[in-house]
Structures are given as C-alpha cells and as structure tokens.
C-alpha cells in the first residue's frame, strides 16, 4: 500500500468480533429495501457489497489486491488477499462466524466488536443479501493454513463448513449466482463494474483491483492501481478539460479516528465538478464534507485576493465564482459515519466539516502562499466568474421586467395547448418552421403544444450564463417552459411535465439534440433528473403494400415487417421508402408515427450518472477535437440507444 493514512486495528480479527442482531427473512420479501431496486441497478449492487467487505479490509491495512470476474452465465467472483472471515465458533450462536455472516441479517465486524474501525459496506448486511438474493454461493477462506469453504442456496445452507485443502495464502474467494427469481435481469454490464471499481482504486491509493470479464466472445481485464490516490482521480476526470494550473493541489490531514483528503484542480470550463465520498461511499446528496471544504475555500480566496491586493474589499467573491471550473474530489473516512437517508447519500457528522474546514484553510492557505502563480490563476478566474454573474443576473433581471410589463408573453412562435395543468400537458420542441407546421396540424390541442426552433442553436458548454440569457434561440425555449434558468430554476412552475425533442433522424437532427440536452443539463438539470426530457423516434422506414401502410424504427424491424406483409407470397411488393425529415411527412403520418401517445415511441432521457453525463457533454461539445475523435470511434455503434 501507498503512504495514505490507514486507520489500522491493532487487534485479531476473529469470532469475538462478530455480533448478531437480528434474522434473515425480510431480505427475499422485499429486496428493494436493501439493495435499491430488483432492477440491473440491484443486480451490480450485490457485487459492490461483497467488494465493499473487501475494501473494509483494506482499509484497516490487511487487504492490498481485490479481483471481479464475470464468469460464464453472468456468475461473479470476488477474490480479496485479505485476512480471511473468520472460522472459529461464534459465542452467540455457537456455529462457525462464516456462516453467521452469510446467513444472518445485521451480522458482521462492523457493530462495534472491533472487527473493523472504518466500513463502508450496508452496515455488515452486504453478505447475508448478497446470499438471500442468490440461487447459489459459495465462500471459500483461506486462513490459518487452510482452506475452508461453504455453498448455500437462497439463503440456505446447503454444504456445512468444510475444510478442503491447504494455503500458504489469506483472503476470502466469493463466487455466486444472482437469483432469477429475484431480479428483472441476470445480464452484468462491465463497463459498469469497471467504472466503479475504478473509482474505488481511486479512492483507496495503492490498492490494486482487477476487473475481468470471462464470458465468451467479450473477454477482457483491466487492472487499476493508483498509487497518486484521488490526485489521480482529478486528473482523470480531467482529462478531456483544459487545466489551468499543472499540479493538483491534495491537501489531507487526520483527527482522532477520522481522516480527510481533498484534491483539487481548476480547468478552463465553466462548470463545477464536485465528488465527495465518505468511507468510499459516494455521497451524491453532499453533506458536512462539502460544507466544511466550500466555506474554507471561499474564505481562503478571498483573504489571498485582499493580501496579495488582487481583490479591493468590495469585489469579494462568492462561493459558486470559486468553484467555477473546479474539479474536487473529497475524501473522508471516519468510524461512526451517520448517513442521512436509506441511500447514504448525504453525510452527517459534524465533526467532519470542522475537519474538512480546518484542512482547507491551514493548507490551502500555504499552498497559494508557495505557489503565487497559481493563486492568481485562479483568482482571476474566479473575478472573471464574478463579472459574469452579474452581467447575467442583470440580463435576468431585464427578462424578469420585461416578461412582468408584457404579462408573461409566450413566443411567437409556440402554438400552446388548451389544458392548463401540466401535469397533463406536453410541448414538442420541433427542429424547424416545416415539422413545426405540420405538427401543429397533426397535434391534439387539447395536451399538446408546439414550439418550432430555427437557425443554429448555441453550443452552452461554451459559454457563460450571461451569454444564454437574451439569446434568440433560447430565450423562446426558457419562456415557453415557465421555469426559470440555473440558480432560478424552480419545477413547480414549470408549464408541462412532457418536453419532447422531436428532431429528424440524421446528422443535424442528432445536433439540435445534443445541443438541446447539453442547455437542459447545464441549466434546467431537476428538468432531466425528475425524468421530464424525452426524444421523439421518428420511424426510418415507411412500407406499403396496396393499402397497407407500416412503419419501422431500425434496419431489422424494416426486414421483419417487410417478410411480415409479403406473406406467403415471397415475390409481392412492398415498397419501402426511408424517411428523410419530419417535415416531409404530411400531418397525419406525424400524428400516427410520432405524436399519437397511442402509437409513437418517445425515448426518456436518464441521468444515471451525473459524472459520466457531464464527462459526455465535455467531450462531444467541448474545446478538445482528440476526445471526441475518440469517443465517436468507440460509440458510434451504440448511438441509436444512447442514454445522456
């Protein structure tokens, strides 16, 4: 292991330090309340839960190597050189502690037995869940110079503890099958384990996890191993940014049990990305770490920008202005995390702002005092943000008067529905005045408005808020929705809960698309996150034979259909004609294909994950011309189902 602070327990990990609190049997009724969802989300849970038993390992100094495979038939096998469960007999239930914590809900190092100072698994539940929710499993531990292993089913044990040979090694080897029973879907997606496993390698410097996918036709490994820790993590999620200064900055230090890392970099974007992570769970929600780190940096600026005479007293900065094109990557790890909420997602102790704060200032403090450099850099940044902040909040303000004086006044151009409640409502934002028109034609008033755009729209990831307020092309978008841009955004006084892109099916229609995802994301997020954004999917192909008109979405469907019609006549002629742009379709067929809620498709567009939305729009829309190149090249069979 690297030089990163480890809070090592000085004691033998054994049966003494397992206690049981209570059974097994809610965890098949109700999955959900366990691992999230029975969906493929759940799926990949049941592997971060046993890796997470590892990595506990791991931090209290006894694991350095972690291996995840997806063997044959989507099985998983997770194999650690940590200290081994343990074996021995467990006073409370007089059975063996191996099967206690596979079998029992709430059994587990974690309780205060001493088994672990630092954990970042379910409370000690992962095992047993993993076990409920599996048709089979089977542990093997090596310790004490053997090798112990068990099998169960479901939950159930259905080979007892039994020692099977000799190992000059220690660790654990846990390999199993999630249940059919249980979830929606058995199939794992790699690249979702590989990015998470990443991220954990990140978060735990020196460790080394290997990630391996042994099913046939789609082998591959990749072996991460950070000695730079989360710096390396910074650098990494910018690489696809322009930095501003070379280094990244790490600051780090320890209280009692509890320890805190920070590493930072500023970029050339304009958008903030922060990640924080308390016991290497990722807390999307924030909590005390990011409180203590954002009030010490906003203090530290400011007190620089008036030492060094960069900043008079009246032009101190704010908060967000700091953060502008910052990329931090928060760590802390502490025994008695207190999450708030069943998903973790937010951190509680008040004892870590304090940490964090103190941290930052001290250190942070120093830094800028030893490299002037990049002090300036990134105060100057920080005025530019500032200085663009206010020219937006004046242009808002000028909307704002502008939108109070006129009563509200819709676009010209959008022909608005005659239903009032959004929750009912839906706007079709039309690439063009052509579709426009003749999806005002085909619409149903009663639910439906229609807003067409025209000319080249404005590339946000690009530009500062200041330059989206006023501009032509978004402006009409922002009115028509009702509720506001950024800061100001506010859900409950948005017009419809239905925005649908309708663009046509090629190259300028994928743009108007991503153009129109990349604002949304940046300025109107809650919009995506609450799941409000959809793509209409305009059919490729229109087939007919005599009076039989279909339509088809992809390349086989039109095959499928096409030998569909013909019959058992394989020589009758359907003509297939592809359809080139939705405004070449007269009303009826865009009511029929793309409009009527009873026939068309729409796509929903999900925010899975924050991170790898934000690193999309950074490549696709960017500065940089390499990534790009690069992400079409490896994404370019993909496209037609790609989720941002």
């Not at 600026?301 to 967000?320: A, F, M, R």
């Not at 920080?382 to 006044?409: D, V, Y």
């Not at 959008?414 to 005045?433: A, F, H, K, M, S």
Request: hydrophobic letters at 35%.
């Amino acid at each position: 292991m690297s030089d990163q602070p480890v809070i090592k327990v000085e004691q033998e990990y054994d049966a003494a330090q397992i206690q049981v609190l209570e059974g097994l049997e809610a965890v098949r009724k109700r999955p959900g309340m366990y691992i999230g969802s029975t969906s493929s989300s759940g799926l990949h849970h049941l592997v971060y839960e046993i890796v997470d038993n590892a990595i506990d390992e791991a931090l209290a100094g006894y694991c350095s190597e972690i291996t995840v495979e997806i063997l044959e038939g989507d099985c998983i096998r997770v194999t650690d050189n940590g200290r081994g469960i343990p074996v021995d007999i467990q006073q409370q239930t007089g059975r063996p502690a191996l099967e206690v914590v596979f079998t029992v809900l709430h059994a587990g190092g974690k309780f205060g037995g001493g088994g672990y100072k630092v954990s970042g698994g379910l409370h000690g539940v992962g095992a047993s869940v993993v076990n409920a929710l599996s048709q089979w499993l089977k542990v093997e531990v090596h310790k004490d110079g053997k090798i112990y292993q068990m099998q169960f089913s479901r939950g159930n044990i259905t080979q007892e503890l039994t020692v099977i040979g000799t190992t000059d090694k220690t660790g654990t080897v846990v390999t199993f099958q999630p249940d059919p029973q249980m979830f929606d879907t058995l199939v794992y997606d790699y690249e979702i384990l590989h990015t998470r496993m990443r991220e954990q390698a990140f978060l735990n410097a020196g460790l080394k996890i290997t990630t391996m996918d042994r099913r046939p036709g789609q082998e591959q490994t990749d072996t991460m191993h950070y000695e730079g820790g989360i710096k390396e993590f910074v650098s990494y999620l910018n690489r696809s940014k322009t930095p501003l200064h070379e280094n990244v900055i790490y600051l780090s230090g320890n209280k009692a049990d509890s320890l805190a890392e920070v590493a930072l970099q500023y970029n050339d974007s304009f958008n903030e990305t922060m990640l924080s992570f308390a016991n290497n769970i990722h807390t999307a929600e924030g909590g005390m770490h990011e409180t203590g780190f954002k009030a010490a940096l906003t203090r530290v600026l400011n007190s620089y920008g008036l030492k060094t005479g960069v900043l008079k007293p009246e032009d101190k900065v704010s908060g967000d202005d700091c953060r502008e094109g910052l990329t931090v990557v928060i760590s802390v790890k502490l025994t008695e995390a207190q999450f708030e909420g069943q998903t973790k997602a937010k951190l509680g102790n008040a004892h870590i702002r304090t940490l964090v704060d103190n941290i930052v200032s001290e250190q942070l403090s120093v830094y800028l005092e030893e490299h002037p450099a990049v002090g300036k850099v990134i105060l100057e940044k920080a005025m530019m943000a500032s200085r663009a902040r206010e020219a937006a909040r004046k242009a808002r303000e000028s909307i704002r008067r502008k939108t109070a004086l006129g009563g509200a006044a819709m676009p010209d151009k959008l022909r608005d529905c005659n239903e009032n409640n959004p929750e009912l409502t839906e706007i079709y934002i039309v690439e063009g005045d052509s579709a426009g028109g003749s999806a005002t034609q085909g619409r149903d008033s009663r639910f439906q408005a229609i807003l067409p755009l025209w000319g080249k729209m404005l590339n946000v990831e690009k530009a500062r808020a200041d330059k989206v307020y006023g501009n032509d092309k978004l402006t009409p978008v922002i009115t028509a929705l009702g509720a506001g841009l950024g800061d100001d955004f506010d859900l409950d006084r948005l017009r419809y809960h239905k925005v649908i892109i309708m663009a046509d099916a090629d190259v300028d229609g994928s743009h108007i698309r991503t153009l129109l995802l990349t604002f949304f994301f940046r300025f109107m997020r809650p919009l995506i996150e609450q799941g409000y954004v959809y793509a209409a999917m305009p059919p490729l192909y229109k087939l007919v034979r005599g009076k039989t008109t279909r339509y088809a979405f992809s390349d086989e469907e039109r095959d499928q259909i096409s030998a569909q019609m013909r019959g058992d006549n394989p020589n009758a002629k359907v003509d297939i004609s592809r359809n080139k742009g939705l405004g070449e379709m007269d009303p009826h067929e865009l009511w029929e294909t793309t409009m009527n809620p009873e026939t068309r498709t729409l796509k929903k567009i999900k925010l899975e994950d924050a991170v790898k939305a934000d690193e999309t729009f950074t490549i696709l829309m960017g500065e940089k011309v390499e990534p790009r190149k690069e992400f079409i090249e490896k994404n370019a069979k993909y496209v037609v189902n790609l989720d941002i």
